[in-house]
């Protein structure tokens, strides 16, 4: 098992919220919540990537040691922090505003995602994280929600 922070960070991610399975998806560790297992995937609430997507190279992540943490927080949350989310880029595009997406430790929307209000932070500090946690609790309760809509449709 690697002892990256990326790696330790995810599985910390994972223990600290009931119901959470890590999945690699997409060229991201996900983490999704699905107690039981009981659909495919579950619903995803935050993911990390260390590597750059063919349509979401906005944060350079192919530098050594640079990974991105992602979370799908409240849209309260987010209009909290930036304001109006973005408006959804075009394929292959990046969200438009004044955000440097390759700064680490700096909270940003998310540079493809920040429309669905989903934000990013490259490589956080222990201090940041606690201050991500009301997000990281939203993100939570929203897939919670999701998944239990779902189930409950059968």
Do not use: C
């Amino acid at each position: 098992m690697t002892d990256l922070p990326e790696t330790r960070l995810i599985q910390s991610l994972a223990h600290r919220f009931d119901g959470t399975r890590i999945v690699a998806a997409w060229g991201e560790q996900s983490l999704f919540y699905n107690p039981g297992g009981r659909l495919p995937r579950g619903v995803y609430f935050a993911t990390v990537k260390s590597k750059d997507g063919a349509n979401d190279k906005a944060s350079n992540l192919d530098r050594a040691g640079i990974f991105r943490l992602n979370i799908g927080t409240s849209k309260d949350l987010f209009i909290a922090e930036f304001g109006p989310p973005p408006k959804r880029p075009g394929k292959g595009g990046i969200v438009e505003g004044p955000w440097d997406f390759t700064a680490p430790d700096v909270l940003t929307p998310h540079p493809v995602y920040g429309w669905m209000s989903w934000v990013s932070i490259l490589n956080p500090s222990e201090q940041s994280l606690a201050t991500l946690n009301p997000m990281l609790i939203a993100a939570y309760a929203k897939a919670k929600a999701a998944f239990d809509k779902r189930i409950a449709k059968g």
